[in-house]
């Protein structure tokens, strides 16, 4: 069976395990759990009639003191970067590893997922600078890992662009 | 490589076994597995053997064979039976050697201290948005209150300018009353409005030598429009402005004056009205009434217990109807004796308990002796506003004294 490594990098604190979690083994739990070092996870998709392995790496977050080590993204055909919707440096700390990675690995495809989409009232996102990232070729979803919307479809999404 | 005799070399192997559980495994440039070994179950790999494909075996392979770089270091590394490993590659010629060695204790103190600094950092910008949305609420709470000062100054400005020229009108309509009079009658008054401008006013004066008007106006309502209206009747009635009317016949005065004053030309306002008219020769007085009170003849001297006596009279307020008709009385003046003519606001009062002042309290008042040096007008105020208790009268207060 094909197989594909897809990877998940954002800043830290904004789901990506949720996230993981949600698509995975379809559960959400509110209690923050932070990553130290990989966890890896499969999940066999199916796009059009054939089926797809993705390996799934969750990378520990971003912060401060430490960065993303690119290390873990040898050998990934593509990425997930992921967006506390409550906190807007988060998108800038995206936008900072989408360059870090483009330097390291070349261009691969990515989709962009601005979470905690059931949190309406926080939503700090500056729509501008969204709009600016978009006419840069990034490519948004809205997605909770609390209430599942959008989970699924934006990993299947990104499955059937490696696909192709 | 550490030249070290090879007794150490393998005690210092068994240590590191002993302390990091070594699990290796070698894939060949076909990526097959060509060797398994060490404690693999401690890392939930146990069933992996020689001949099968590595990275159907091995998720975590996937991208990374052949190696870039060697060696190469994969840190913490969340293995399948749930232990932590740090993940050594080797390139040895065509063939790539996995070393595996547990860090799951670093990991979880790693974890333990990440996961507080995380915690407060967290925190503190969740208390740093917190804080900016206060300070924003603060700063459009202050413009509000800096806009709502700005308009109470501009209102104030407003109610200034207008408090400034309701004062001027209240100087002019008084300007317009007339003095009192020391001889040959003595005729004095008070006039206290309710508001600044009130929808009392009052007149008198010689139409020739014998005969002497006398009236009272109070418009329905107050403020402006009334005193307008009020002001405009009193001035019609001194300056004898009705066209083809005998000034000293009360009715006929009464009938032109709701001829000119008819409330649908007059901004839907009416009054009452008390026109009298004195004959100094015979001592008579002649009188009408649009809607008003009545006049009240005391008889006696000032300083004694007097009678009193209504000179009614009947009539509808001026406005309210083109056709109405009015009647003409007549009665005589003994002297001495004081004449009254009042607008009900004078009589009208509402004490503290909700009661109203009967007019009998007050006719009584108006019979009372007067002693000498004080005021008979000034005792019925201070009555009035007596029975009234504390704050202004809610009428206006107008009362005419004509003494013979």
């Known amino acids: 069976m094909l197989q ?34 990989v966890k890896i996870d499969k999940k066999i998709v199916t796009i059009g009639t054939e089926p797809l392995s993705l390996i799934l790496w969750d990378i520990a977050g971003e912060d401060e003191m430490s960065a993303v080590r690119l290390s873990y993204l040898r050998g990934a055909a593509g990425y997930l970067l992921v967006v ?30 601005l979470n905690k989409a059931d949190l309406k009232e926080e939503w700090a996102l500056p729509a501008q600078r969204l709009e600016t990232l978009e006419g840069a070729g990034w490519t948004f979803r809205r997605t909770s890992a609390k209430t599942g919307e959008s989970v699924e479809a934006s990993f299947e999404d990104l499955a059937a662009l490696l696909a192709r | 490589m550490l030249h070290l005799p090879a007794q150490i070399s393998d005690s210092l192997m068994l240590l590191v076994h002993g302390q990091r559980v070594l699990a290796h495994l070698a894939v060949d440039d076909a990526q097959k597995l060509v060797h398994a070994g060490g404690d693999l179950a401690h890392y939930g790999l146990d069933g992996i053997q020689p001949g099968d494909a590595a990275c159907e075996r091995i998720s975590f392979l996937e991208g990374l064979l052949p190696l870039a770089e060697s060696p190469f270091l994969l840190r913490s590394m969340e293995m399948p039976s749930g232990r932590v490993a740090d993940v050594h590659f080797f390139a040895d010629g065509s063939t790539v050697w996995i070393v595996l060695l547990d860090v799951t204790t670093e990991h979880d103190e790693a974890q333990r201290v990440q996961q507080k ?35 109470r100054e501009a209102l104030q400005r407003t109610h200034d300018r207008l408090q400034q020229e309701l004062r001027e009108a209240e100087r002019y309509v008084r300007a317009m009353l007339p003095a009192p009079l020391s001889g040959p009658m003595a005729v004095d008054w008070r006039f206290v409005p309710s508001t600044e401008l009130g929808g009392d006013s009052f007149g008198y004066h010689w139409i020739d030598a014998e005969h002497f008007a006398l009236y009272l106006i109070d418009v329905c309502g107050h403020g402006v429009g009334a005193a307008l209206l ?32 008819q409330m ?34 005391v008889s006696g001297p000032r300083d004694a217990a007097g009678e009193c006596l209504a000179l009614k009279a009947s009539g509808p307020c001026i406005g309210i109807s083109p ?32 009661s109203m002042l009967a007019f009998s309290d007050f006719t009584e008042m108006l019979a009372r002796p007067v002693r000498e040096g004080q005021s008979g ?27 013979l």
């Open chain 2, 230 to 261: 009020s002001v405009a009747v009193a001035d019609t009635l001194r300056s004898e402005a009705l066209p083809r009317t005998d000034f000293r016949r009360p009715a006929e005065v009464l009938a032109a004056l709701n001829q000119a004053y």
């Open chain 2, 117 to 151: 600094a995380y915690d407060m950092t967290l925190l503190s910008q969740r208390e740093a948005r917190l804080i900016e949305q206060l300070e924003a609420a603060n700063q459009e709470l202050r413009r509000a209150h800096r806009e709502l000062a700005e308009s």
């Open chain 1, 84 to 113: 506390d919707g409550t906190r807007a440096e988060t998108l800038e700390t995206a936008a900072s590893i989408q360059t870090r990675v483009t330097a390291e690995i070349g261009k691969i495809p990515f989709l962009t997922l």
């Open chain 2, 264 to 297: 649908e030309r007059h901004g839907e306002l009416f009054c009452t009205v008390w026109y009298g008219v004195y004959h100094r020769g015979t001592g008579s007085l002649r009188y009408a009434s649009a809607g008003h009170p009545p006049a009240m003849l």
């Open chain 1, 4 to 37: 594909k490594k897809i990877c998940l990098l954002g800043a830290f604190g904004v789901g990506k395990t949720s996230l993981v979690r949600r698509y995975v083994d379809t559960i959400f739990s509110d209690a923050y759990l932070t990553t130290v070092g």
């Open chain 2, 323 to 354: 056709v109405a008709r009015y009647g003409e009385e007549q009665c005589s003046l003994p002297s001495p004796a004081r004449l009254f003519v009042f607008s009900d606001g004078t009589y009208e009062i509402t004490r503290p308990d909700g």
């Open chain 2, 377 to 403: 007008l000034d005792s019925l105020l201070e009555f009035a506003r007596e029975m009234h208790g504390p704050g202004v009268l809610e009428d206006d207060f107008t009362i005419i004294e004509m003494a």
